[in-house]
């Protein structure tokens, strides 16, 4: 190796170590800068379409959130004329398309189109300061219209498309819209595609959603303070249903029921930062082909007895952001309960004032496919070991804890067991071994707690753990026992900076603690010297 040879050549030698200004090397999870649907498919093959644009993304180029991409702004007027003097479009010949963006169109008008009655297939008006279609009939001559794009605009009316027939694809992203109980369209049943993301839409009318083929549609962004469950009928092919970001209250198996069983496809559902509360017993057990579940960013303060419990195919269900102090459920039942295929489990961050600071013993129940939790961000004093202690977690391969209270790593906490169940609590510290049921454990985080000590058998069971991270803990010389880490045979990544050490510990050192340690980090410890010598049985270490 060729570093090593600098710590062989002399008897002592000084590490220089970093401010504690400097940035910290923590663990990457991997890139935040993805585009919707790729982030997706990457996960759970669920095969979105890359040119739908009503999934949240952050990507380069202005792609984030909900907002377009910054490339392609320039001025372009195609397929008819536009005139900057009267600022209006002049349809001519036999247009298949008219293509407008970033040309100020204040008005759109049947005449205007005439000449594409029998030919247009495509309208795309993109940020034009579009204010007003004419008259209803604008477009009902345009019987072969298949796309009709009006995005970032200044609309306040939804469009009349009743007699579009051939319509397929509608976009009206990010104008002003609102719906109105007396003046409403009826939508062409050859719709697949909707956005409506970004308007004042704060009712939607029942049956209106009458629409068999429609695949994916975004709500995001409008007024509602209801789920419109009543407004889908007949949606047998809908697979994204997004309605975040609106003021959604609660959720029932009444606001679900359109979606249940074999008559839906519904693979996607995003009701995420809403200010939901209540989510009904059952709500979401009906839903038999869910994959993904966004509830993130609401108010849920409890999980109800059988929310969580029994949906077939749920692979991804995200609760970060919500008020969860203890991650327990109703009538002491299980939150997350028979769900064979979950994959990840997201409870992180937790609300300011709501951080989660206990998980309850049966917590988790019958989650065999489970790879990934996440419970960072909290207030957690405890290892969560009582609720990972009940039954193996076969899968299970990340666990995310760091930047919570935690003080040690083997307790067996008492406030994870109710009361009437003390003695169950008793009986199982007694036999406790930490880590038993997750042997299958690869990553371990537990980065910015305030772990004081690792005692000799704490993690012993874990021989399949390939990266742990204690950076910025209270771990000293003192309290890691020489054989901390010598059952990791599979460790290859272990972060021990921001600790205490005043010199390099003995668990770290040979052969037999670290046998194949490649990335070892010891920096901005209070070590001012290491001895000749120390590293040298570690013949793996690729980085110091």
């Not at 604008?138 to 009316?157: I, R, S, V």
């Not at 051939?166 to 976009?171: N, R, V, Y």
């Not at 693979?267 to 200010?275: D, E, G, I, K, W």
């Not at 742990?468 to 000293?476: E, G, H, I, P, R």
Request: with cysteine; hydrophobic share 40%.
């Amino acid at each position: 190796m060729s570093w090593l040879w600098r710590f062989q050549t002399v008897t002592f030698c000084c590490l220089i170590f970093l401010p504690p200004s400097v940035v910290q090397a923590f663990p990457s999870y991997g890139s935040n800068f993805f585009l919707g649907y790729n982030y997706w498919n990457s996960r759970y093959a669920l095969n979105y379409p890359s040119d739908w644009d009503g999934f949240w993304n952050l990507y380069s180029y202005g792609r984030t959130y909900y907002r377009r991409a910054y490339y392609g702004r320039y001025r372009s007027c195609s397929g008819c004329s536009c005139s900057d003097i009267d600022r209006k479009v002049t349809c001519s010949g036999t247009p298949s398309s008219l293509s407008i963006r970033y040309m100020i169109i204040k008005t759109l008008s049947q005449e205007d189109l005439l000449a594409g009655n029998d030919s247009l297939l495509s309208i795309e008006i993109y940020n034009s300061g579009l204010e007003s279609i004419l008259n209803a009939s604008t477009f009902h001559p345009l019987t072969k219209l298949k796309t009709l794009k009006l995005a970032e605009n200044k609309l306040k009316d939804f469009p009349d498309i009743s007699k579009n027939v051939a319509l397929q694809e509608l976009d009206l992203y990010a104008n002003q819209i609102k719906l109105w109980r007396h003046n409403f369209t009826a939508l062409p049943k050859e719709l697949t595609r909707i956005i409506l993301i970004g308007n004042k839409i704060d009712w939607i009318p029942d049956s209106w959603f009458d629409l068999p083929k429609l695949e994916y549609i975004s709500l995001s962004y409008n007024n509602l303070k209801r789920f419109p469950g009543s407004s889908f009928v007949n949606c047998k092919s809908l697979i994204y249903l997004g309605i975040d970001a609106n003021q959604i209250s609660f959720l029932s198996v009444t606001n679900l029921n359109p979606f249940y069983g074999n008559d839906s496809k519904l693979v996607h559902l995003n009701v995420s930062n809403n200010a939901i509360s209540s989510i009904s017993t059952g709500a979401f057990s009906g839903l038999i082909h869910l994959k993904v579940l966004e509830l993130q960013g609401n108010n849920i303060n409890s999980i109800g007895a059988k929310v969580f419990h029994e949906i077939p195919e749920l692979q991804h269900l995200d609760l970060r952001a919500n008020r969860l102090q203890s991650i327990t459920a109703q009538s002491s039942s299980s939150p997350f309960e028979n769900l064979p295929k979950l994959q990840v489990l997201i409870l992180m961050q937790q609300q300011a004032s709501y951080k989660t600071t206990v998980v309850m013993y049966n917590a988790f129940k019958n989650l065999p496919s489970l790879r990934y939790l996440w419970l960072s961000g909290n207030s957690l004093t405890h290892f969560p070991h009582p609720a990972l202690s009940q039954e193996s977690f076969p899968s299970l391969l990340h666990l995310h804890l760091e930047d919570n209270n935690i003080n040690s790593l083997s307790s067996f906490s008492k406030s994870a067991f109710p009361p009437t169940l003390e003695v169950l609590h008793e009986s199982q510290e007694v036999i406790h071994k930490p880590f038993e049921k997750i042997t299958s454990l690869q990553k371990l985080f537990l980065h910015r707690n305030v772990i004081t000590n690792i005692q000799e058998g704490d993690l012993w069971l874990l021989s399949s753990l390939q990266e742990l991270y204690f950076s910025q803990n209270k771990l000293s010389n003192a309290t890691v026992h020489p054989g901390a880490f010598r059952n990791l045979t599979s460790l290859t990544t272990l972060h021990l900076d921001f600790n205490n050490f005043h010199y390099v510990p003995l668990s770290v050192q040979g052969k037999s603690h670290l046998p194949r340690v490649q990335n070892l980090l010891l920096n901005s410890n209070k070590i001012t010297f290491i001895v000749e010598g120390t590293f040298s049985e570690l013949d793996t270490l690729n980085d110091l």
